[in-house]
C-alpha cells in the first residue's frame, strides 16, 4: 500500500500520482487504468476519495470512462479535442 501524507488532501496526492503515471508512461494511451476498487485497495482511501480522484483525472483530460468496461488513458489527440479554446480573436 501506498504511504500517503498525513497533511495533504489525499484524493489530492492519489490524483497527483496517477497523473504522473500517465505523464511518464507508465499508463500508456489507450490502456486501461486501475479500476477504482484497485486504486481502493492500492492506496488505502475511501470508494467516495477514489470516485473524486476518477473525477479530477476525467476533468483534466486524462481518462475516458467507458461504462461498463472502465477508465482508459486519452491520446494526445483526445486531449487536444478536449482542452478549451480561446475564442476571443
Known amino acids: ?13 492519489v490524483h497527483a500520482i496517477i497523473a504522473e503515471r500517465i505523464r511518464s508512461g507508465e499508463y500508456k494511451a489507450g490502456e486501461r487504468i ?20 476518477m473525477r479530477a483525472l476525467r476533468a483534466d483530460g486524462l481518462i475516458r470512462t467507458e461504462p461498463g468496461m472502465g477508465s482508459f488513458v486519452t491520446t494526445p489527440e483526445e486531449r487536444q479535442e478536449a482542452a478549451p479554446t480561446d475564442e476571443t480573436e
Open 1 to 13: 500500500m501506498v504511504e500517503l501524507k498525513a497533511n495533504q488532501p489525499r484524493w489530492r496526492q
Open 34 to 53: 486501475p479500476s477504482l476498487l484497485d486504486l481502493v485497495d492500492e492506496f488505502g482511501i475511501a470508494n467516495a476519495t477514489g470516485q473524486k480522484v
